[in-house]
């Protein structure tokens, strides 16, 4: 993962601010929060959140989540400790998360955190 950070930094996707805060983020879930990034879901969804970031910081806006989805995780038993983390992680940078990235981020990380449930 810090090497796909890494070329996503070299390649102008995320600047130097998101790139440290993501490997926060990478420290904070494995050894904190207990969750495992080590896979290709892992992959996807914290290449996500440095894409969302720096989309967000260049006021730059997509397609919010279809409800569906987003109701679904919010609905979850998990939904109260995945704010908690998610909430944690977005400590890391010194911006506003574009709403429509938000759910995104949820849902991947709700993801993760089922993941780490069957290993």
Do not use: C, K
Request: a negative charge; glycine letters at 6%.
């Amino acid at each position: 993962m810090e090497q796909r950070l890494a070329i996503l930094l070299q390649g102008g996707v995320i600047d130097q601010e998101i790139h440290d805060g993501m490997l926060n983020v990478i420290s904070e879930l494995e050894q904190q929060w207990n969750i495992s990034i080590r896979h290709s879901q892992g992959n996807m969804a914290l290449t996500h959140m440095a894409s969302a970031l720096m989309r967000s910081r260049r006021g730059e806006s997509i397609t919010p989540i279809d409800n569906e989805v987003l109701e679904e995780v919010q609905q979850s038993e998990q939904y109260p400790s995945l704010l908690v983390i998610h909430n944690a992680l977005l400590r890391h940078f010194p911006l506003t998360i574009d709403p429509s990235e938000e759910g995104y981020l949820l849902v991947n990380l709700y993801s993760l955190m089922l993941a780490a449930n069957d290993r």
